[in-house]
């Protein structure tokens, strides 16, 4: 049996692990620790006005009334909220008219071809946090859509700010030029590890549309291990090629730039 003493050591536990779960989660949903709150928004649509049209979205939105809220939010919900429109209450309703308008598009299709054997078509799209620290946050926009030809499309977008003035930041702002240039240099290494390509063969021989020489793309993430960079398919090379993604590590930027300002943001 187990004694009063034990039990109420077990109790203490519960009651300490429940308290630093429940921190753990209010940390998580906030941002910068500045009272800003991260909310889940999903909307799943299947045969309910064509059988032959799928949604699937998965995004987080930021609650309250501030620029830097507004900024966010516009940037998860730019590919359905028209341009200057502001953002309505209820977001589900702007891809309910993007779901009505890609259903109406498959009915014509088929009223005027008889054609399903492009079909179905579907769209899926997510916006998922990588980093909420009082420094950084960062986060990841990725989609594919699939409306009929050979193939469907899909990519990513990444996008960071400083979490506690809200500012995007920007290689730019993280790196001088000269830092930038040996940044660069690290990215195709790591560029040229990720695609197999050794270091005497030629990028743009290969197929890849780099004008003068390789050089990083601005779409880049900010993670609490390095900065990942992403080329979307056609972005540098034909879509045969496929998407590249690499990381550059945060060890590997600090030998060739220790004062960078990326460094406030991360250790």
Same mark, same amino acid.
């Given at each position: 049996?187990?004694?009063?003493?034990?039990?109420?050591?077990?109790?203490?536990?519960?009651?300490?692990?429940?308290?630093?779960?429940?921190?753990?989660?209010v940390q998580k949903n906030e941002i910068g620790g500045?009272?800003?709150?991260?909310?889940?928004?999903?909307?799943?649509?299947?045969?309910?006005?064509?059988?032959?049209?799928?949604?699937?979205?998965?995004?987080?939105?930021?609650?309250?009334?501030?620029?830097?809220?507004?900024?966010?939010?516009?940037?998860?919900?730019?590919?359905?909220?028209?341009?200057?429109?502001?953002?309505?209450?209820?977001?589900?309703?702007?891809?309910?008219?993007?779901?009505?308008?890609?259903?109406?598009?498959?009915?014509?299709?088929?009223?005027?071809?008889?054609?399903?054997?492009?079909?179905?078509?579907?769209?899926?799209?997510?916006?998922?946090?990588?980093?909420?620290?009082?420094?950084?946050?960062?986060?990841?926009?990725?989609?594919?859509?699939?409306?009929?030809?050979?193939?469907?499309?899909?990519?990513?977008?990444?996008?960071?700010?400083?979490?506690?003035? %809200?500012?995007?930041?920007?290689?730019?702002? /993280?790196? #001088?030029? $000269?830092?930038? =240039?040996?940044?660069? *240099? !690290?990215?195709?290494?790591?560029?040229?590890?990720?695609?197999?390509?050794?270091?005497?063969?030629?990028?743009?021989?290969?197929?890849?549309?780099?004008?003068?020489?390789?050089?990083?793309?601005?779409?880049?993430?900010?993670?609490?291990?390095?900065?990942?960079f992403y080329y979307a398919p056609y972005a540098i090379?034909?879509?045969?090629? %496929?998407?590249?993604?690499?990381?550059?590590? /945060?060890? #590997?930027? $600090?030998?060739? =730039?220790?004062?960078? *300002? !990326?460094?406030?943001?991360?250790?």
């Amino acid at each position: 049996m187990m004694t009063r003493n034990k039990v109420g050591i077990i109790i203490l536990y519960l009651l300490v692990f429940a308290l630093v779960a429940c921190t753990s989660s209010v940390q998580k949903n906030e941002i910068g620790g500045k009272g800003a709150i991260i909310k889940k928004v999903e909307y799943h649509q299947n045969d309910s006005l064509s059988k032959y049209l799928s949604a699937d979205i998965n995004v987080f939105l930021i609650e309250g009334d501030s620029p830097f809220s507004d900024s966010v939010n516009a940037l998860i919900l730019s590919a359905y909220m028209p341009r200057g429109e502001s953002i309505p209450e209820d977001v589900s309703k702007l891809f309910d008219v993007y779901y009505q308008s890609q259903a109406q598009e498959v009915k014509e299709l088929i009223e005027d071809f008889e054609e399903t054997q492009l079909l179905p078509y579907s769209f899926k799209y997510d916006a998922v946090v990588f980093e909420n620290t009082d420094s950084v946050f960062s986060f990841e926009k990725s989609f594919y859509q699939y409306t009929g030809g050979a193939h469907g499309n899909r990519g990513k977008r990444f996008w960071n700010f400083d979490a506690s003035t %809200g500012a995007q930041l920007r290689l730019e702002d /993280l790196f #001088s030029k $000269k830092e930038l =240039a040996e940044l660069a *240099e !690290l990215g195709e290494l790591s560029f040229r590890k990720n695609r197999k390509i050794p270091k005497n063969k030629s990028l743009k021989e290969l197929g890849y549309e780099f004008d003068d020489g390789f050089s990083l793309t601005s779409n880049f993430l900010i993670t609490d291990t390095g900065l990942v960079f992403y080329y979307a398919p056609y972005a540098i090379a034909p879509y045969a090629f %496929g998407d590249t993604e690499f990381t550059i590590s /945060l060890i #590997s930027i $600090k030998n060739i =730039a220790p004062k960078s *300002e !990326l460094f406030r943001y991360v250790k």
